[in-house]
Structure formats: structure tokens, C-alpha cells
């Protein structure tokens, strides 16, 4: 996935410093520690542009488990009223986790859900991807438009105007790392267009501007979020990311299920990034965003898992499975192909997070983010003619091994730290107690 989607056979990577110091073929140079990857497909480590690690703690949980997007919000947002600085930190550390063995290296997180009292969510959970040593790209996310005035959250969970901008300013400032391979950048994240205010939509736009750092939102994602917009702003998505300034490259969306041609054109010329979310759109059934078509305009095309309440699985692999298939449903059958979502799943997600060159490539001067994929057994006999075909067509799998900045977060399919288990106790018990609240 360099510049030139080289494809290399009987390959080596040299780490050196967390970074990647050469690339060849045939007899590797000297090392002191060598990774045997024989009969396996190596690649840059999978980027995960869009995630909500909080909601792992109500995976698959009944009442919402056939909602629309609306109904399944409404419904869990009491749930949501929850949440602490232990959950949030215990529920990102095993969703990070959950991801590492798909083979991602690189997580963003839209945290949104700020309650009264609850602490410094963002804090807690970057403290869980220092702890498991996966690179982050958390977003302080929020809402302010509760019930009251026309939204959906409930009032307890929305912040102040002010208060929104005060705690973005300083979660970059007490966060954000601006350095070449940096394990941890900070983005403004205001939820949706159903949840936020439109000054706060520009407020943020301002202060992404003066910091310097990303945007994020949901956008487009199903017709209801179409149907509110006409309603509440007299116009389209695309037209209200326009007037409230977020139509620039420092801007991702999430999901842009629903845009049409002109509104595609518009997105590519403005190189905004997409994070593609296959199997939350289907659970919610939201749709099928036009993929193909996106990346024709100019749009930088990544993969989302999204979070764990809707898609339920929080699998790299999965998801770009999920995006080669509904390519070729959505755009002909040579259309989705496992080399376009690979690039989508690596390169595509590094344009969304600005870091092309440095994430989601192997080339000389990019970061040392691995991920090993063994291509034996009795899911891949007989797939001998493309190991990369092969490796998402086949499956399903796992990453043998996952490396971050070249050390090892997965070995052998199994997660490195010795936390695991442990927190797994935690995060069972935390989850429990989320959901027995929505019954009192």
C-alpha cells in the first residue's frame, strides 16, 4: 500500500525505532529480533476510522436489536446516562483489544456521550490504548441538543455550548501529539446534525481550524437523517455541511450512505474522508453507501467498525469483507475486489486521519505497524494463485500476529498483555450494571 502498491513475494520488513527502515526481497539483513511470517500475507496494520468503544458494554442488547437508527438511539441513550470514568476506560481497553486481533493497529473513537458528573471519559480511555499499546486517534466528541430543544438525547447527557468548546480546547491540549508517528492525536467530534446545535457545527469548525487538528461527525447516514435535515434546516446534509464550514480536508463523515451523484462530486472536490460502515448500515438497515463511486470523486475511503451496539463485531476483517461484498452489490461484481478494500482498510484510512505516508503503508519512513496473516490450513487449501484475494475471500481470520510501532500487541492470535482476563472480569460486571439500569 506505498505509492506505487507494490507487491512483493518472499518479502521481509526492517523495524527500526518503531519506524519501517527497509523493504526487500529474498535474504533479509541482520536483526535482533526476526518475525517468522513463511506461507503468511503481510500487511500495513488495518486502520479503524470510526468507533464508539463505549458501546460494547450493550452489545446485542435486546430491545434494540431490530430498531432503526432513531428507535435504537432513544432506547439506549438511558443506558448511555451511565457512564464513568471505570467503564469508559475498561471498555475501550477490551474493544482496542477485540481490534488488535483483526489486525488493527490504528483506532479513532467518537465519544459523545458526556453525562453530568461522569469525569474525564476521554482521559480514561486514552489511558486504555497507552496501557495496550495501540495507536490512537480518540475524538472529543459531543451533543447539545437534547429533547427540549428538538433533538434526540436526553438533557442529562448533552453539554453547555461553552462547556463543549472549553473541554475540546483542552483535551488537544492535554492530548494531542503533532509528532511523525505519534501513538495518540486528539479531533472535535460534535455528534450529528440531530444532536448538536448549528453554532456549535461552526464554533467547532472555527476551533479545529486555530488547533489544528480533525473533524468528525455523522453524516448522511439514512433517510430519517436526511428527512430531519429537510425538516429542521430546509435542506440536505451536503448543503448544511457546507454552511456551517466543514466542507475541507480536515474532515471525515460517518457512513455518507445517502448522498447523491452531484453531492459525491462535491465531497471528492473538497477530499473530504468517509468512513465506510458495512455492518452497521445493514444491522440498522441504513443502506448502502456508494463506495465505488466515492473513491472515483476523490474521497479518502476508509473502514469503519463502528460501535459495537450496532454492528455488534468490532473486526477489520470483517468489515472490509463486508465492503468488497456490498461493492459488488451496490456497483458490479469486478468492482469490489479485496484489493480495494484493503485500500480502504489501510491507505483509505489514513487519508481520513490526514497521516498518508506515515500509517496504513509499508514503505521506507512509515511507521512499523504490521499486521500477519497465515493463509494455511483448511480455509485457505487450494487458495495458492492470490494470497491476497485469497486472504479476504477465504476466512474467516484472525491476525496471527499484530505489531504497533514494531512490538507485538497480538502473538499468535492471542492478545500480548496479561490484563486480559482481568479486564475481561471488569468489563463483564460494568456491563451488567449498565444494563440492569434500564429496568429500574
Given at each position: 500500500?506505498d505509492?506505487?502498491?507494490?507487491?512483493i513475494?518472499?518479502g521481509?520488513?526492517?523495524?527500526?525505532?518503531?519506524?519501517?527502515?527497509a523493504?526487500?526481497?529474498?535474504?533479509?539483513?541482520?536483526?535482533?529480533?526476526?518475525?517468522d511470517?513463511t506461507?503468511?500475507?503481510?500487511?500495513p496494520?488495518?486502520?479503524?476510522?470510526?468507533?464508539?468503544l463505549?458501546?460494547n458494554?450493550?452489545?446485542?442488547f435486546?430491545p434494540?436489536?431490530?430498531a432503526?437508527?432513531?428507535g435504537?438511539?432513544q432506547t439506549l441513550?438511558?443506558?448511555?446516562?451511565?457512564?464513568?470514568e471505570e467503564s469508559?476506560n475498561v471498555?475501550?481497553?477490551?474493544g482496542?483489544?477485540?481490534?488488535?486481533?483483526s489486525g488493527c493497529?490504528?483506532?479513532t473513537?467518537h465519544l459523545?456521550?458526556h453525562?453530568?458528573?461522569?469525569?474525564?471519559l476521554l482521559s480514561?480511555?486514552?489511558?486504555?490504548?497507552?496501557?495496550?499499546?495501540?495507536?490512537?486517534?480518540?475524538?472529543?466528541?459531543?451533543?447539545?441538543?437534547?429533547i427540549?430543544d428538538?433533538?434526540l438525547p436526553?438533557?442529562?447527557?448533552v453539554?453547555?455550548?461553552?462547556?463543549?468548546l472549553?473541554?475540546?480546547?483542552r483535551a488537544?491540549?492535554?492530548?494531542?501529539?503533532?509528532?511523525r508517528g505519534a501513538m495518540?492525536r486528539v479531533?472535535?467530534a460534535?455528534c450529528?446534525?440531530?444532536?448538536?446545535?448549528k453554532?456549535l457545527?461552526?464554533?467547532?469548525?472555527?476551533l479545529?481550524?486555530?488547533?489544528?487538528?480533525?473533524?468528525?461527525?455523522?453524516?448522511a447516514?439514512?433517510?430519517?437523517?436526511?428527512?430531519?435535515?429537510?425538516a429542521t434546516f430546509?435542506?440536505?446534509?451536503?448543503?448544511?455541511l457546507e454552511?456551517?464550514g466543514w466542507c475541507?480536508?480536515?474532515t471525515?463523515?460517518?457512513h455518507?450512505?445517502m448522498?447523491?451523484?452531484e453531492?459525491?462530486?462535491?465531497?471528492g472536490?473538497?477530499?473530504?474522508?468517509v468512513?465506510?460502515?458495512p455492518s452497521?448500515?445493514?444491522?440498522?438497515?441504513?443502506?448502502?453507501?456508494?463506495?465505488i463511486d466515492?473513491?472515483a470523486?476523490g474521497?479518502?475511503?476508509g473502514?469503519g467498525?463502528?460501535?459495537?451496539s450496532s454492528?455488534d463485531s468490532?473486526s477489520?476483517?470483517?468489515?472490509?469483507?463486508?465492503?468488497?461484498?456490498?461493492?459488488k452489490?451496490?456497483?458490479?461484481a469486478?468492482a469490489g475486489t479485496?484489493r480495494?478494500?484493503?485500500e480502504?482498510a489501510t491507505?483509505?484510512?489514513?487519508?481520513?486521519?490526514?497521516?498518508?505516508g506515515?500509517?496504513?503503508?509499508l514503505s521506507v519512513g512509515?511507521?512499523?505497524?504490521?499486521?500477519?496473516?497465515?493463509?494455511?490450513?483448511?480455509?485457505?487449501a487450494g487458495a495458492?494463485?492470490?494470497p491476497?484475494?485469497?486472504?479476504?475471500?477465504?476466512?474467516?481470520v484472525?491476525?496471527?500476529d499484530?505489531?504497533?510501532?514494531?512490538?507485538?500487541?497480538v502473538?499468535?492470535?492471542a492478545i500480548?498483555s496479561a490484563?486480559?482476563?482481568s479486564m475481561?472480569?471488569?468489563?463483564a460486571?460494568l456491563?451488567?450494571?449498565m444494563?440492569q439500569h434500564?429496568t429500574?
Open positions: 500500500m505509492n506505487n502498491r507494490r507487491e513475494s518472499d521481509w520488513v526492517a523495524i527500526t525505532g518503531g519506524f519501517v527502515s523493504i526487500g526481497s529474498g535474504l533479509p539483513p541482520a536483526a535482533k529480533q526476526v518475525v511470517a506461507d503468511c500475507l503481510v500487511t496494520g488495518l486502520v479503524n476510522t470510526h468507533h464508539h463505549y458501546q458494554l450493550t452489545r446485542a435486546p434494540m436489536t431490530n432503526p437508527l432513531f435504537w438511539l441513550y438511558p443506558l448511555w446516562r451511565t457512564l464513568d469508559a471498555s475501550a481497553w477490551v482496542l483489544a477485540e481490534l488488535a486481533l493497529t490504528t483506532s473513537d459523545y456521550v453525562p453530568a458528573g461522569a469525569g474525564d480514561a480511555e486514552i489511558a486504555a490504548a497507552r496501557d495496550i499499546g495501540v495507536r490512537f486517534h480518540p475524538t472529543r466528541g459531543s451533543m447539545s441538543l437534547s427540549k428538538g433533538g436526553p438533557d442529562d447527557v453539554q453547555d455550548h461553552d462547556v463543549i472549553e473541554e475540546s480546547a488537544v491540549s492535554t492530548h494531542h501529539d503533532r509528532s495518540v479531533a472535535l460534535p450529528s446534525p440531530f444532536s448538536v446545535t453554532k457545527m461552526i464554533d467547532s469548525a472555527e479545529a481550524e486555530k488547533l489544528d487538528v480533525r473533524l468528525h461527525t455523522h453524516f447516514e439514512n433517510s430519517e437523517d436526511d428527512a430531519f435535515s429537510l430546509g435542506c440536505r446534509p451536503m448543503d448544511y454552511e456551517v475541507s480536508d480536515r471525515w463523515l460517518a455518507c450512505v448522498p447523491n451523484h453531492e459525491i462530486q462535491r465531497l472536490a473538497a477530499r473530504i474522508g468512513a465506510h460502515c452497521s448500515n445493514l444491522i440498522l438497515s441504513s443502506g448502502v453507501a456508494p463506495v466515492l473513491i470523486a474521497v479518502h475511503v473502514i467498525v463502528d460501535g459495537s454492528a468490532a477489520m476483517w470483517l468489515e472490509a469483507r463486508q465492503a468488497m461484498l456490498l461493492a452489490l451496490r456497483s458490479g469486478g479485496a480495494m478494500a484493503l480502504c491507505r483509505g484510512g489514513a487519508g481520513c486521519l490526514g497521516r498518508i506515515e500509517i496504513g503503508e512509515s511507521v512499523g505497524d504490521v499486521a500477519i496473516w497465515s493463509l494455511t490450513g483448511p480455509a485457505f495458492i494463485a492470490d491476497i484475494e485469497a486472504w479476504l475471500r477465504c476466512g474467516p484472525s491476525a496471527r499484530t505489531i504497533v510501532h514494531g512490538k507485538h500487541v502473538r499468535d492470535h500480548v490484563k486480559l482476563e475481561l472480569k471488569s468489563h460486571k456491563a451488567h450494571r444494563q434500564a429500574k
